[in-house]
């Protein structure tokens, strides 16, 4: 059998432009072997036996009444425990009408054909459409006025790990696994359903195969819907989506509309005018925000106005910063619009306009980096193959969010991290361990991490890119503590001052003179001592530090004008996230998000049939995402700015990357596409001559 | 899923005889599987027979006789690609299978499978749309989402023919051999039909036929190119193969064959004919003759782009099978 341990340290990126910021160079990801090599369980992985397997009825057209359904044919289905019906109109494709409940997958799916449902289709509104802006009187002192419409697409999560919650029910007590972003939110309303207290049943969630916001629904109907029956058979119970169910029902980031009326000077300078926004929520009440303006421009008095706009679709939920891309899309790409108007460089407009004076170092950097001189006037290029050159900017706010974290040392001379909140595949798990290792002054290797378990310290939801920022000053104070306590009880064991001890690499150093190696000093404890800490305003003062996460973004692509292809060369990603903890995890936060940039940029697009709502595409052939060849030379800067202490990075390298190669785009064919995704058709139209 | 018995013949006659067995309601060979898997997931078939012939190794993938190559059933995308033989005396070959899918599809897909594959059509691929291709009223895709559809054909389906393969494989007189009937071959362009000749299938094998081998002859100037939206895992908006016959700068004879655009290969004799004289050094006179290509194009509410996009493959392919730059 081929070796299947990894070395917890390998080689460094050759990025030495990163090298020796954080604090850890060479940390591995720790549960990378387990994930590539299927050892990790993720909560759909966990079939109790004796389970019951549950799946939701849904509507599949657009909006549509059932007019007779045979409940007693499925019913009567071998295997089948129960079929309910809750309702019978459907205002979306996936839309559950009741579930079933059967001994296996298969009986499940024998049952739902034999539901045999006729239904009566009506009338669906499958988009936005072009809602009506009325805009207010031409801004004051304005030579020029930019009207113009941008427009995102609804993007979905397409979390690899389908949403769904696994209940292992052993009749007074109950472990929930759930694919979960929030392991104590994941326990909201289960008590009820369960008909137990909560101190007799837990969520375990050790891995989540993504989740982008879509995971932020506390228990989700899957989870508790697995609940009712888990509850009412006294059996464990297992309800997961699969890929389709997952692109129609389980969030969504809505589509947008954006109305500009905007006034500039001759010098590029903008006055101010009018935002209109409209966000596509489906048959949703909201959450279809666009964050635009972004607030990062000084773009004059703007008046903004939003609406939230329904139609027969899925509702939003969270999607790695909420609002941000689809805004960030329609004003970059209109601050490059106004500077090619003008005749101005994009770059030198953005210095200008750009309300951070840490924002312009990182301009000066990433226009080196990218090779900015080497840009062409927008629409300047009569070659096949034009280059294009874009940029983009992020910020991101530290929110403050409860956190607990205990760390143990035991007799073994191993270090337990206890954290509950979870790791949703950002390396939460690996960071905490590095805080940790360090505080204490350890090794790494002997820190492990017990992670994603509601019977832990209590930590956040990881929204708003707030685990790591909020928990590490948890972990900063408990490490302090436990080496308190720890050190004590050794100096009292070899009759020094507890003062006069410290923790180096392992080893107990009086002065410079090594007391005892770390087994030793673990081994002669007799029992584990442990020490607590919280996210409070006290560790917020000892630890946190100031500032907030900022960033830009470049693109290098080159346009093939006659097919209308984008081909992306490079991107660069500087991001500021405070101290960085992991450097290549960080560095992976930072490509993974360019990475969703992009494939929203180019290719995702949930497409609803015009004349039935139904999706088309709820699939991952049909439904576009960027893949290996679609992929440029991602290069994230971890940029050392004036922030100290950890900061958020989840979300904010998502934010400019659409926006980045919409400019490019545009630098390269010399009109704008305003529409995502920037697909072949649509670029060609815009090099025609703006026929879209 | 229905459950269904499996069997393995030895060789494709035995596989041809279980496909004629009335014992069985609906036979259904499998190769490298991916088609067929996929038909069973979705519930678009429900086979009581799976006659699984990927094991049948009578011959050696690829084998050149004649003057001609000779590919076995089963050989494997990849193999194509990779073939020095195939690469040098047949590019528009090595190269369309080189383009589809991903390495992973390559690896499993057969040369068989891939041109006996259904279309993607999304409304055919989702068993909630009974269409007419599965026996139902209407062509969902007709005044719905057609941006992936045909642009050529009168229908009524307007779907685009699947296979890279066979678009290659159209330009180099190429024909497959047959076991469990009394023909042993029909040519490549009798074994695909337009939709008014049939709309529960794509192509003329009768029941009990299984394909034993393709036969092309070389075709050392030709080529194949594919404009994709996305580079990796997905279909070709438009693609077109050509093979030459140059006279220095000068084309003496073409065939070109596009892909993607019509329910079948779409061979464009009259493009070919244009093409017979143009230097390729005169661009102007190469893209005119380019253009006549969408002379019968008939493109539906979302898939106009396709007829700007179908010259330029075909002058692609064209500048590629001559060994000149693409991109000028
Ligand atoms: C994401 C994705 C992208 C793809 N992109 C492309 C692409 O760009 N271009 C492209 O061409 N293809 C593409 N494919 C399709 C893929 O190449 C085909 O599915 C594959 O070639 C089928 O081969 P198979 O051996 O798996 O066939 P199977 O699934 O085994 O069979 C397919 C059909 O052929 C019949 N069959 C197989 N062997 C014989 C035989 N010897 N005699 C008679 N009938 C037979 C079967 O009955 C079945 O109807 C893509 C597939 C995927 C999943
Ligand atoms: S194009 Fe053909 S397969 Fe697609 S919906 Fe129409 S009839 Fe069906």
Redesign the interface.
């Known amino acids: 059998m081929a070796d299947r341990t990894m070395p917890s340290r390998s080689p460094l990126p050759n990025r030495p432009m990163n090298d020796g910021i954080a604090m850890s160079d060479d940390a591995n990801r720790l549960d990378g072997v387990a994930k590539v090599t299927g050892s990790a369980k993720y909560g759909r992985d966990v079939m109790p036996k004796n389970g019951v397997f549950v799946s939701f009825i849904r509507c599949p057209w657009g909006h549509a009444q059932a007019r007779s359904i045979d409940e007693e044919a499925a019913s009567a289905v071998a295997g089948v425990l129960e079929v309910e019906i809750t309702g019978r109109e459907g205002r979306y494709h996936g839309e559950p009408i009741g579930h079933i409940a059967a001994e296996s997958l298969a009986a499940l799916r024998r049952a739902r054909s034999a539901l045999n449902i006729e239904w009566d289709p009506e009338d669906a509104d499958t988009e936005i459409g072009s809602p009506e802006a009325s805009h207010d009187d031409d801004p004051d002192g304005a030579d020029h006025v930019l009207e113009a419409v941008y427009t995102t697409p609804v993007q979905t999560h397409s979390s690899l790990e389908t949403h769904g919650t696994s209940i292992d029910h052993m009749g007074d007590r109950a472990i929930i696994y759930a694919s979960t972003q929030g392991t104590f939110s994941a326990r909201e309303g289960m008590d009820r359903v369960l008909g137990m207290p909560q101190s007799r049943f837990k969520v375990v969630c050790e891995f989540v195969g993504g989740g982008f916001g879509s995971k932020l629904n506390g228990a989700g109907k899957e989870g508790l819907t697995a609940g009712r029956i888990a509850a009412k058979y006294g059996r464990p119970a297992w309800l997961f989506c699969d890929r389709a169910e997952e692109h129609l029902d389980t969030g969504n980031r809505p589509s947008s509309r954006t109305h500009v009326r905007i006034g500039y000077r001759d010098d590029g300078t903008i006055v101010g005018g009018s935002v209109r926004t409209w966000g596509g929520v489906g048959v949703a009440g909201g959450g279809g925000g666009v964050v635009m303006p972004s607030n990062r421009y000084d773009l004059g008095r703007i008046r903004k106005q939003h609406a939230d706009v329904r139609f027969n679709g899925g509702g939003p939920r969270a999607f790695r910063a909420p609002g941000h891309p689809q805004g960030a899309f329609a004003e970059e790409l209109m601050i490059d619009e106004v500077a090619t108007a003008t005749g101005r460089d994009p770059l030198e407009l953005r210095m200008k306009l750009d309300r951070e004076d840490e924002r312009r170092s990182m301009y000066e950097l990433g226009a080196r980096l990218i090779g900015w001189k080497r840009r062409q006037p927008t629409g300047t290029q009569a070659s096949v193959l034009r280059r294009g050159f874009g940029i983009g900017s992020t910020s991101w706010n530290r929110f403050p969010a409860r956190a607990d974290a205990e760390v143990v040392i035991h007799p073994d001379a191993s270090v337990e991290v206890r954290t509950g909140s979870q790791d949703i595949g950002t390396g939460q798990r690996t960071a905490m361990a590095i805080v940790v290792a360090r505080q204490l002054g350890v090794p790494l290797d002997v820190v492990h991490v017990s992670i994603g378990d509601s019977s832990l310290p209590a930590g956040p939801a990881s929204g708003g890119s707030v685990t790591a920022t909020n928990t590490s000053l948890a972990m900063l104070e408990a490490a302090d503590n436990l080496k308190e306590t720890f050190l004590e009880r050794i100096a009292a064991q070899l009759g020094v001052v507890a003062g006069a001890l410290k923790i180096r690499e392992g080893d107990i150093m009086q002065d410079d003179r090594r007391m005892m190696t770390w087994q030793e000093a673990c081994a002669a404890l007799g029992s584990a001592v442990s020490g607590r800490g919280s996210r409070s305003r006290r560790s917020d003062r000892q630890y946190s530090g100031s500032g907030h996460s900022m960033g830009v973004q470049f693109v290098d692509l080159e346009v093939d004008s006659e097919t209308g292809v984008i081909h992306l060369n490079r991107i660069v990603a500087i991001q500021s996230c405070g101290r960085v903890i992991c450097r290549k995890t960080a560095e992976s936060q930072i490509i993974g998000g360019v990475i969703q940039g992009l494939s929203f940029a180019l290719f995702e697009d949930k497409l609803l049939d015009r004349n039935t709502g139904a999706m088309v595409n709820p699939n991952l052939e049909f439904y576009r995402i960027a893949g290996p060849a679609d992929m440029p030379k991602i290069e994230p800067v971890l940029w050392e700015g004036n922030q100290t202490g950890i900061r958020p990075l989840g979300e904010p390298p998502t934010i400019p990357t659409a926006g980045a190669i919409a400019c490019a785009v545009f630098n390269a064919v010399g009109s704008p596409v305003r529409d995502l995704p920037l697909r072949p058709d649509r670029v060609l139209d815009a090099i025609e001559g703006g026929r879209s | 899923?229905k459950p269904f018995s499996l069997a393995r013949p030895r060789d494709f006659a035995g596989a041809g005889k279980l496909a004629k067995d009335r014992r069985f309601r609906l036979p259904v060979i499998k190769a490298g599987g991916m088609d067929v898997v996929d038909h069973l997931k979705e519930?678009l078939i429900e086979p009581d027979l799976l006659i699984d012939v990927l094991r049948i190794d009578d011959q050696p993938e690829i084998r050149e006789a004649d003057g001609a190559f000779h590919i076995h059933a089963n050989a494997t995308l990849a193999n194509i690609a990779a073939s020095r033989s195939i690469a040098r005396r047949a590019p528009v070959v090595a190269q369309c299978c080189a383009s589809a899918a991903?390495p992973q599809v390559r690896n499993v897909a057969t040369a068989a499978g891939n041109l006996l594959q259904r279309p993607?059509c999304?409304?055919y691929?989702?068993s909630?749309?009974d269409c007419l291709k599965k026996g139902g009223h209407r062509c969902?895709a007709f005044?719905?989402?057609n941006?992936y559809h045909a642009i050529f054909g009168d229908g009524p389906c307007h779907i685009v023919h699947p296979s890279n393969l066979a678009i290659g494989l159209s330009v180099c007189n190429a024909s497959v051999r047959l076991t469990g009937s009394d023909r042993d071959a029909v040519s490549l362009a009798d074994l695909f039909h337009m939709p008014d000749r049939g709309l529960l299938s794509e192509h003329n094998l009768k029941t009990g036929e299984v394909v034993t081998e393709i036969h092309f002859e070389p075709r050392s100037t030709s080529a194949f190119y594919a404009?994709?939206?996305?580079?990796?895992?997905?279909w070709p908006?438009v693609a077109a193969a050509a093979a030459l016959e140059l006279d220095g700068d000068r084309i003496e004879s073409a065939t070109v064959t596009a892909g993607a655009v019509a329910p079948v290969p779409w061979a464009l004799p009259h493009v070919g004919e244009a093409l017979v004289g143009v230097s390729l050094d005169d661009d102007t006179a190469l893209r005119r003759a380019c253009a006549t290509s969408t002379r019968d194009a008939r493109p539906m509410s979302d898939n106009?782009?396709k007829v700007?996009?179908l010259p330029?493959a075909i002058r692609r392919a064209i500048l590629k099978a001559a060994g000149r730059e693409v991109?000028?």
């Open positions: 899923m519930g991903t993607r999304w409304y691929r989702n909630q749309f969902f005044d719905g989402e941006a404009i994709k939206h996305k580079q990796s895992f997905d908006l106009e782009y700007r996009l330029v991109m000028s």
